[in-house]
Each structure stands twice: as structure tokens, then as C-alpha cells.
């Protein structure tokens, strides 16, 4: 039992670094940039719910301020695209990782100013419910957690391979200057993939903040995602999911088998492994360099 | 502006472009030479920690400015240079002298192992594996515990070279002068890497990698060497810090600092050791920068100085992201431009550094 206990623990916590993944993929898939402050995003999607929704800030019904919050984060993230990363346009891969290490130090920041640096922790009508399966004690959290997950891979996966807006994303990212030849209007897309990921990063946020307490520097957690992406396969969005969830089940296994201090590194001995011997990740979207 | 005329193949490759530049920079020399008879302790102190800030920037410099090759995990270099250093010196009892460039070349070693079979992976995907590195050896040190006694650090001893003491408190004039030697040292190393065949095959690969390979470099190979030199250069600056800060322990290194180096060298100025100089400025010296502005501003409206827990990195980054955005070429970048602009007095115009707009392609299949 104990070893299913570890299991759903480290799904749930899995899907949540999945979710993250997943906001590094959208970007990458779409506009060939690499955002490292989507778990600084997830920070503030975390924190504006928070604020919404507690009782020492605005006092608002759970159910309404999680669609806000997640409003405000696509409002955010159309608004960090257009008005930072457009100026950016056709600049190297470097430039934008840089820029965004940046822009992840000043919104951590920010949210330490707004909500202080201790941890608080999200009221929400989920905390202290269980579920039974059997002999099986689950948080109502955990629970929902994972299913959100699955539920938005899948809304996104088949948004970006069987909608029209999702395949000129596709098409913009793999050559910009073709896509514009199509008729394709490159810059708004990257403006609504950024929204879309910062909608994601939000729910991450909520979903995060509902396992537990969350202050300004949780946004860090963001690097444990990178290497969960990188793991499942940069540019695929199962793939995202999957390193996520291996990542979540690793930690808890490895930090129960295997002595302290030793238990911590094992989620990036993993990334250091894959990217030797499988660079492009388990679902590899690359097959041959052109020139 | 000056036309210089060339009358030999060395004008091409001297160290000094001219008569003037060579006493500007000389001038420059003596200036940093009596510097420690125009301050007083606490800004001698500063000033070599800019130093060696300079010299660990010129080392990511090589990799990331001439080689192009991003990396997020410097700050694993530094460890090792500085616990090489150290533990060569106490349990094994070498005189720093000999143990310096050991820790140094022990640094090179550790890059270029990692570097071997990393040399596959380019831009996003080493910058991430580089990042895991760095994560690693951070995890590794307390791992380590026998050796560095892992959180509770190691104290560096007072280096003493043939019966002269270099301490940072004791004698802080004579560790400056060591330190400026070395990175003077340094300065001309990277100078001459960079007029080698090597140096020239590093740019053609930071230009195109297929195009290098097309001209005959072994694009794996030399990806390696330049880790390699990188590190080393790192590694020598890791062995300063120890002695600088005197006690460390492995958040000494942490990932923050890997970022700080690289985003410090991007301020400065990417491909330039001016860069790696005007980076280092910035970086070392903006604590201090923030705290007397913080205690003026206090001290005028009346406030008390509270400490604002991450300011310093906030503003770093609000810096960073102006200059990207404005000035992508950096501080050095910057000055190239307003040199040029009183050079061709009249002549200069707006468009003359423009680079030419490209579009990003992809290499997924979908």
C-alpha cells in the first residue's frame, strides 16, 4: 500500500511539473523560443488566484476567481509578448533564454513585494477532502490535480494537430518566412501562444497551490519542469506530460529507496543520462539535421 | 579617424592597433598598478573582486562569445577550481604556486570530460544539460563530505608564494597585485587564443556550425577544446574566489551564480574581453551600488534602510532586459558605437550597425 501511496503522491506531483513542461512546450512548439519564466508564471498564476480568493486580500468566491486568475495570466502573457518579446523577433534561441532568466528575477520580485516572501497557503473549498478507493486514501487535491492534467494534454494536443489555428502555429514556428508567404499573421500567433501558455501556467499555479502552501521562490521549481520537458521530448506535448510524471514519480521513490542527499539528484542524473544518449528526449521530434 | 597603413603581415595581428591605443591602454596599466595607494581598504577590496569576476567572465566569454556555445552551468568550474585549489594546498600540501594552475587544469579536465559527449547537443538542449551540471556538482560537494566537509565549507588558507604572504585582509595591496597579474595574464592568453588557427576555427563555428564543418574543422573536437580553455580560465577565477572570500561551502556556487556569469557577460558585451571587463563591473560592484543609494535615500526622506529581500537580482534583471532589448550588443557594444560616432564626426548615421532581419527555422519534423 505504501508503495501506491508513493505512486498517486508523486503522479499528482508529476502532473504538476507537467503542466509547467507542458507551457515550455506551447512556446517552443510555436514560436521556437524557450520561455524560463514559466514557473515564474505559474508564481503568479499561484498568487493571483491566491489574492483573489483569501480572506486577508479580496475575499472572493473560489469558483469565480480561478477563471480570473486564469484570464489575467492570458491577458499577462499576450501582453509579455507583445510589448518585450516582439521586439525580439528573429533574434537567437540564446537572446530570448537570457531575456526571460531576467524577466523571471523581476517577477519574482514583484510577487515578494505584493504578497511577502512567507509561505501562505490557498483556501480552497478541496483542502481536507479525501477520496476512497478500496483501501486507498487520496487528497481530493491529488486527485483533481491529475485529472485536470490529462484532461488539458489532451484539449491541447488535439487543438494544436487538428485546428486550424493550432497547425499555422505549427507552420510558423518551423519557418517563419513561408508561414508568412501563407497568409499566416506570424507575430499575433506568437502573442496567443504566450497568452495560451500563461492561461496554462495559471492553472498549474491553482493546482500547485491547492497540494500546499506557495511563496515567491516556488517559481524555481521551473528548472525541475525544464528538465522534465527536455526529458519527455522538447517540442511534444504528450512528451511533456510523460517527463513530468517521470520526474514526479522518481523524486518520491528515489527520496524513500534510495539514502538523502543522493534521493534529490536523481531527476537531473536522469536529464544528464537522456541528453547523452537520447539528446532530443524519449519522444524525439527531430530526425536529421538539414542545412 | 586614423587610416592605418599596413606595411606587414604583423599588423594584422599585433596587440595594439596603434601608437595611441597602445598608451591608452597603457596608461590604463599604470593607473591599475598605483591603484592601491589611491584607496583606501573596503573599495581595494571591491576592485579585485571585480577582477576576478573578470577573469571567470573571460573564461565563459571564450565559450559563449567566440565559440558560441550557451552555458548555464559555470558555476560548477569554479567549484571545482576552488576546491582543487584548496585541498591541494592542505591535505596534500602543495605551495599555492604549483597548486594554482593544477586546480586550474584540473577544471579544464572536469569541462572537457563533460564536454565530450555534450558536444552533440547545441543552443537550447546544452544550455539545459549544462544547467543539470551545475545542479549536480552543487549536490555533489555535500555528497563529498570527507573531502569538502560538505555544507560546513573549507576555510582557504593565506597564500604564500616563497615566503611572501598574499592575504585579503592582512596585506590587501600585495592579493590585488597578484590578482591583476593574473588576470593580466589572462587577458593576453585569450588575445593570442583568438590569433591561432584554433581561435579562427572557434568564430567559424559560433558563425555556423555546418559551414565550419564544410571548411574542414572538427566541429566535435574543437567544441571540446574551447570548453576546455573555458573551464580552465574558470576554474583559475573559482581558485581566486576561495581565496577572496576565504570560507566557502557549496551554495558558495550555486546555479544563481552560472546565471549571474552569463547574464553578466551578455550585459557586457558578448564576443569582446572588454565585455567580460564592463559585465564584471556591473555585477561586482551593484551590491554595493544599491546599498549606499539605499542608506542617501534613507538618509534624506527620513526612512530607515530596510533591506529588501531580492531587489538586487530584480534590478540586475530589469537591467538586462533593457539592454537586450536596446543595446543587444552590450556595454562594450555601446561604446564601439559612440566611439564611431565622434571618429566619423559628421558622417556617422543611425543604421550603420543594423544587422540584417533573418527568420528562425526549425529543425522538427513537425
Excluded at chain 2, 596603434?18 to 584607496?39: A, C, K
Excluded at chain 2, 604572504?165 to 595591496?173: L, Q, S, V
Excluded at chain 2, 551593484?286 to 531580492?310: E, Y
Aim: glycine fraction near 12%.
Amino acid at each position: 500500500m505504501d508503495v501506491l501511496q508513493l505512486f498517486v503522491s508523486g503522479l499528482a506531483n508529476g502532473c504538476v511539473y507537467g503542466l509547467i513542461a507542458l507551457g515550455f512546450v506551447l512556446i517552443y512548439k510555436a514560436t521556437e523560443a524557450v520561455n524560463f519564466a514559466q514557473g515564474d508564471f505559474m508564481m503568479l498564476g499561484a498568487f493571483i488566484c491566491l489574492g483573489l480568493t483569501n480572506p486577508q486580500f479580496m475575499d472572493l468566491p473560489f469558483w469565480f476567481s480561478v477563471p480570473v486568475a486564469i484570464l489575467i495570466m492570458g491577458v499577462f502573457g499576450y501582453l509579455v509578448d507583445m510589448v518585450v518579446l516582439r521586439r525580439m523577433f528573429g533574434q537567437s534561441q540564446v537572446a530570448v533564454i537570457i531575456l526571460t532568466i531576467a524577466l523571471g528575477f523581476v517577477l519574482r520580485f514583484a510577487a515578494g513585494v505584493i504578497w511577502g516572501h512567507e509561505p501562505i497557503s490557498l483556501r480552497t473549498p478541496m483542502a481536507g477532502e479525501y477520496v476512497r478507493f478500496g483501501g486507498l486514501v487520496l487528497g481530493l487535491s491529488e486527485v483533481m490535480v491529475i485529472i485536470v492534467t490529462f484532461l488539458l494534454t489532451l484539449v491541447l494536443y488535439v487543438y494544436f494537430n487538428r485546428t486550424k489555428l493550432g497547425v499555422a502555429m505549427q507552420a510558423a514556428s518551423q519557418n517563419q518566412l513561408a508561414a508568412y508567404y501563407m497568409g499566416i499573421p506570424v507575430k499575433r500567433l506568437h502573442s496567443l501562444i504566450w497568452g495560451l501558455a500563461g492561461m496554462v501556467a495559471a492553472v498549474a499555479g491553482i493546482l500547485f497551490a491547492s497540494k500546499g502552501s506557495i511563496e515567491p521562490s516556488i517559481g524555481l521549481l521551473g528548472i525541475k519542469a525544464f528538465a522534465a520537458a527536455v526529458i519527455g521530448g522538447f517540442g511534444s506535448l504528450p512528451g511533456a506530460l510523460l517527463g513530468g510524471i517521470i520526474v514526479g514519480l522518481i523524486e518520491p521513490f528515489a527520496s524513500y529507496y534510495i539514502a538523502a542527499g543522493y534521493s534529490q539528484i536523481t531527476p537531473y542524473l536522469l536529464l544528464f543520462l537522456i541528453l547523452v544518449f537520447r539528446p532530443h528526449g524519449i519522444l524525439a521530434q527531430i530526425h536529421s539535421k538539414k542545412v | 579617424m586614423r587610416m592605418i597603413f599596413k606595411t606587414s603581415y604583423d599588423a594584422d595581428i599585433n596587440l595594439f592597433r596603434d601608437r595611441e591605443q597602445g598608451f591608452w591602454y597603457m596608461t590604463l596599466l599604470v593607473l591599475s598598478l598605483i591603484l592601491p595607494f589611491l584607496l583606501d581598504t573596503f573599495w581595494l577590496g571591491e576592485i579585485t573582486n571585480v577582477l576576478i569576476w573578470a577573469i571567470a567572465g573571460m573564461g565563459l566569454m571564450i565559450l559563449v562569445g567566440q565559440t558560441g556555445q550557451a552555458s548555464l552551468g559555470h558555476a560548477a568550474f569554479l567549484a571545482v577550481g576552488c576546491y582543487a585549489n584548496v585541498l591541494l594546498q592542505d591535505p596534500v600540501g602543495l605551495p599555492f604556486i604549483l597548486s594554482f594552475p593544477l586546480a586550474g587544469l584540473i577544471a579544464g579536465l572536469a569541462g572537457m570530460l563533460i564536454a565530450l559527449p555534450m558536444t552533440r547537443l547545441h543552443g537550447v538542449y546544452l544550455a539545459i544539460g549544462t544547467l543539470a551540471i551545475a545542479i549536480l556538482t552543487e549536490d555533489l560537494i555535500v555528497i563529498a563530505e570527507p573531502l569538502t566537509s560538505g555544507v560546513m565549507g573549507l576555510v582557504a588558507p593565506t597564500i604564500n608564494i616563497f615566503g611572501l604572504e598574499f592575504d585579503r585582509y592582512g596585506t590587501p595591496g600585495r592579493f590585488y597585485w597578484l590578482v591583476l597579474a593574473i588576470a593580466i595574464l589572462m587577458v593576453l592568453a585569450y588575445r593570442n587564443i583568438l590569433r591561432t588557427p584554433l581561435g579562427r576555427s572557434f568564430a567559424a563555428i559560433r558563425d555556423s556550425e555546418v559551414s565550419a564543418r564544410a571548411m574542414g574543422v572538427n566541429v566535435a573536437w574543437t567544441k571540446a577544446i574551447s570548453f576546455g580553455i573555458s573551464s580552465t580560465i574558470t576554474g583559475l577565477a573559482g581558485a581566486l574566489m576561495g581565496h577572496f572570500a576565504g570560507i566557502f561551502n557549496n551554495e558558495t556556487f550555486n546555479i544563481i551564480i552560472s546565471i549571474q556569469l552569463l547574464l553578466m557577460i551578455v550585459i557586457g558585451g558578448l564576443g569582446s574581453i572588454h565585455g567580460a571587463f564592463f559585465g564584471a563591473i556591473i555585477v561586482a560592484l551593484m551590491p554595493q551600488t544599491i546599498a549606499i543609494l539605499r542608506d542617501t535615500a534613507g538618509s534624506v526622506f527620513g526612512g530607515g534602510s530596510v533591506a529588501i529581500p531580492g531587489l538586487e537580482s530584480a534590478i540586475f534583471g530589469a537591467i538586462l532586459i533593457l539592454f537586450i532589448l536596446f543595446e543587444p550588443m552590450g556595454i562594450y557594444g555601446r561604446w564601439v558605437k559612440i566611439r564611431t560616432y565622434f571618429q566619423l564626426f559628421p558622417f556617422y548615421r543611425r543604421d550603420m550597425f543594423r544587422r540584417q532581419k533573418s527568420y528562425l527555422k526549425t529543425e522538427r519534423m513537425r
